[in-house]
């Protein structure tokens, strides 16, 4: 533990570093805020995000061959684009679908959104301040800044599973998931 009573990031590889599940890369740091979006589990058909990935994957392939004097045949063009342009036209093309509201849209029905709203708020102050937040019909922007020794995963991992429950509940639906893993 240190000083501030934060325990040290050797202890856990999650609290700081990048990490990434597939799609979306998750950068932790130590002491800073998140931008953290979450959506339903239907939101993004697996094949729309395969495409996406899949464009997304055959541009990287094109940069690195523009990058490569031996393979392109030339010097690299400064003003193409870069990996940071690819990953940022990714990831407004995700966030595009998912504010066109595929899906079953659960969370525009009032109940299922204050379920979502108030998992959000129910440990701010205690767990991570919760700067600002919104519930969309199917996905949830939040910026928090996690407390000393409260993991972000941990804190979404907390949101997700209790609306989940209480929403499937609602919703009479069991077997289902409502936030994808």
């Known amino acids: 533990m240190r000083a501030t009573g934060v325990k040290l990031a050797a202890a856990n590889p999650h609290r700081s ?5 597939g799609y979306l890369p998750h950068v932790k740091r130590e002491g800073s805020s998140y931008f953290v979006t979450f959506r339903l589990d239907d939101s993004l058909p697996r094949e729309v995000l395969l495409k996406f990935q899949a464009e997304r994957t055959q541009r990287l392939q094109t940069l690195l061959a523009r990058c490569d004097p031996a393979k392109s045949g030339s010097t690299p063009d400064p ?3 870069t990996e940071e342009t690819i990953d940022r036209d990714y990831h407004r093309r995700v966030e595009r679908y998912l504010d066109q509201g ?3 849209c659960w969370l525009r029905r009032p109940d299922i ?3 979502a709203a108030n998992a959000l708020r129910h440990f701010d102050g205690q767990r991570y301040l919760l700067s600002a937040w919104v519930v969309m019909p199917n996905h949830v922007h939040a910026v928090i800044w996690p407390m000393p020794n409260h993991l972000l995963g941990d804190i979404l991992r907390s949101w997700k599973g209790y609306s989940a429950h209480e929403a499937n509940q609602r919703l009479q639906r069991t077997g289902q998931t409502l936030w994808p893993p």
């Open 102 to 104: 595929a899906g079953a």
């Open 79 to 81: 003003t193409a684009e």
């Open 17 to 21: 570093g990048v990490h990434s599940r």
């Open 113 to 115: 959104a204050e379920l």
